[in-house]
């Protein structure tokens, strides 16, 4: 039996199916997810990240990040210090943060695996356009609860999935390496499950806050 990737639970219906794949909602915790077979390999995945072509120079790219990492800016002090979880090839929040007087660490997977980052606790964590990549929703989300001081930060940076009429014309759906989408009802069980209070700040960034 087929069980959430986020709450585990066994809840899984069919929701939408378009030429490439098949999705199910979780009646639980709302999660949209793909199957596990239309997962791709690692190779394949890093072979279509590594064709982003981001860099701190980009002021576009700046202004993009700058929706994730905007909210927390407003919130901390110079002395707190913080994660870029998932930061790609061209770590961008780091240097943009830095610029302001504020340290913030680096991790990815591919391009900055250094697992001793995750050993440690931030005032706060960002995670632009990562979490609808992960396969194992539970884990991450615990690696977060993880990774937070009481009362820090998690800005989260991801487009939200709308119900069925909006799912079947949403382009965020045609990447192959989406495979976990996150309305704002999941996000809402998430603040529930971890006890923390979640503020949407706009279309496509959610704050959690630790309690």
């Known amino acids: 039996m087929s069980i959430c990737p986020l709450c585990q639970q066994p809840n899984l219906l069919a929701f939408y199916k378009d030429k490439l794949r098949e999705y199910q ?3 639980h915790c709302q999660l949209v997810s793909v199957p596990a077979n239309y997962y791709l390999n690692a190779t394949d995945e890093k072979a279509i990240y ?3 072509q981001n860099n701190s120079d980009d002021l576009g790219y700046r202004k993009f990040l700058s929706r994730a990492l905007g909210p927390i800016l407003e919130r901390v002090t110079q002395e ?3 994660l870029d979880f ?4 061209g ?4 240097v943009m943060a830095a610029e302001k007087g504020i340290r913030i660490e680096n991790y990815d ?4 695996n250094e697992p001793n980052k995750l050993d440690n606790q931030y005032d706060f964590v960002i995670c632009t356009e990562v979490i609808e990549h992960v ?3 539970k884990s991450l989300l615990e690696t977060f609860a993880r990774l937070l001081k009481p009362g820090g930060l998690l800005s989260i940076m991801t487009k939200r999935a709308g119900d069925l009429e909006a799912f079947r014309n949403w382009h965020y759906k045609g990447d192959p390496t989406h495979i976990n989408f996150y309305s704002t009802a999941t996000f809402e069980w998430i603040a529930g499950h971890f006890d923390w209070t979640l503020e949407v700040i706009g279309n496509d960034v959610v704050l959690f806050t630790r309690n």
């Open 135 to 137: 396969a194992d929703a």
């Open 80 to 82: 707190a210090q913080g």
């Open 91 to 94: 770590p961008t929040i780091s």
């Open 50 to 52: 590594d064709k982003h």
């Open 86 to 89: 998932g930061c790609g090839p």
């Open 25 to 27: 909602r979780c009646s």
């Open 109 to 112: 997977l591919y391009y900055c």
